[in-house]
Each structure stands twice: as C-alpha cells, then as structure tokens.
C-alpha cells in the first residue's frame, strides 16, 4: 500500500456541503465512511484539527484515503461515540488510550468515570504510588530475571515485600541472613494504604505481564531458626522464557 506525503484539500463547497462531505479514512489498514462533520464534532480535539481549515494534512493512500496510523481496531468506538454518543463497553482500556490520542475530551472523562478506568486510576494507581519506588523495582526485578537467563528455562527473582515498619523490622534479621543473595533481592514498601502483600503481589505480576512476560510467584520458605515465617514477607517471582 503506498502512501502519498501530499496533503489533500477539500473540494470547493459551501459550508453546509463540507460539513456534509463524506470522507474515507483508512485507520491502521482498516477501512472507514464517515462525514466530515462527524470528524470534526468536538473543535478542540486533534481529530478535528486534523480536518481543519478545508485542508487536511494526513497523507493518504494509493487510492485516495486520509491516511490515520494508528490501531483500526479501536477507532470503530471513537468514531461510534462521535455518531451517537454512545460510550463503548467493550476494549475500553485500549478505547481509552486512543481517545487520550485524538484527544477527545468528553469520551475522555466519561471513559475516566467506567468502572475499569476508574478502579485502575483511583484505586490501582494510586494505592501504587504509595509503594516506595514501584515502578523502579519492576524494571529492576526484569533486569535481574533477564541477566540471569542465559542457556535457563526459568529466571528466579526473591522478592521482599513489607507493609509496615513493623513488619520491616521484624524480617531485617532474615534478609541480613541472605548474603549471598542480597542483591538480587528486591523490596517493595512499606507502605501507607489499606490494600494487602497479596494485593501488591497481585499487582506486580499484573504489571509484568502487562510488558510481555510470563511469570508466576509463590511464598519463599527458609530454613528453620528464624523467629516468624518467613514465607510472610519473602517471594520468588519465576520468569519463564520457553
């Protein structure tokens, strides 16, 4: 499919007929019909820049199409909602990622007010940003589990997680026992918010998964001595390449 880098101007109408003029657009390879006051119904969103002015600067395709790079999967919603309004329920995750693209204000807070947006941005998101350096030890605990993979089915990653000083204090003698293992250890919290260890480990697997990988956990169990389970606070999160 070849692509032409010239930008394509509108035909020569009044303004009624333009608003009406049917438009092709060719979104990630898939196909769409639509009228250019569909595209252009919220003024201050980047769909509608798009489409400013009587002149578009998308390229298009070999046959003529406004050319959009981005998934054709999800703008089928987009282009639903800019119809009739309606609010998708199906992919509103991924829904919610390219009306964050066009910029499409309202769809973007009503999406914000869904129960799967909203229970990731005010309850999943911000319960995380209360875990000291989150997303540094996720990358963290990727970059050992890589390192350690060579001619390996299975990388291994120890995992301290801690909810409260207490608890910090309680597991300091274990984990001063792990020498050896120190530094691939990597420590979560503690942390100030009502959710569980379970559901921070919930969390780390989910947000790993999310970046490709396939990875289990289950509780760390050492040897007798210690003054409380250590199964409490200790993981081991299991990467596995083939």
């Not at 009624?16 to 003024?43: A, M, R, W």
């Not at 003529?64 to 703008?75: E, K, N, V, W």
């Not at 329920?89 to 309202?106: G, S, T």
């Given at each position: ?7 394509k ?44 002015g ?6 298009t ?15 089928k ?30 769809l ?27 997303t ?92 409380f ?14």
């Open positions: 499919m070849s692509i032409s880098s010239e930008p101007s509108f035909p020569k109408q009044n303004v009624n007929s333009l608003q009406t003029q049917i438009v092709d657009l060719n979104v990630g390879g898939e196909i769409f019909t639509t009228t250019l006051s569909t595209l252009k119904k919220h003024p201050g969103s980047k769909l509608a820049e798009m489409f400013a009587g002149q578009s600067k998308l390229r395709d070999s046959k003529g199409r406004y050319f959009i790079d981005r998934p054709g999967t999800y703008f919603y987009i282009l639903e909602y800019l119809r009739s309004n309606q609010v998708p329920n199906q992919c509103v995750q991924e829904v919610y990622k390219e009306a964050l693209f066009y910029d499409i204000e309202p973007i807070k009503q999406l914000e007010d869904s129960p799967p947006i909203f229970g990731e941005l005010v309850a999943r998101k911000q319960f995380l940003a209360r875990v000291p350096s989150y540094e030890n996720i990358e963290l605990m990727i970059r050992i589990a890589r390192a350690e993979a060579v001619a390996a089915r299975q990388s291994n990653v120890m995992v301290c997680a801690v909810k409260t000083e207490e608890d910090l204090a309680r597991c300091q003698d274990t984990f001063n026992s792990l020498d050896t293992y120190k530094k691939s250890v990597v420590r979560f919290g503690p942390w100030n918010a009502s959710p569980s260890i379970s559901d921070l480990l919930d969390c780390i697997k989910m947000d790993i998964e999310a970046k490709g990988y396939q990875i289990t956990f289950q509780a760390y169990t050492m040897e007798k001595g210690f003054r389970r250590s199964s409490d606070f200790f993981y081991k999160f299991a990467f596995t390449w083939w």
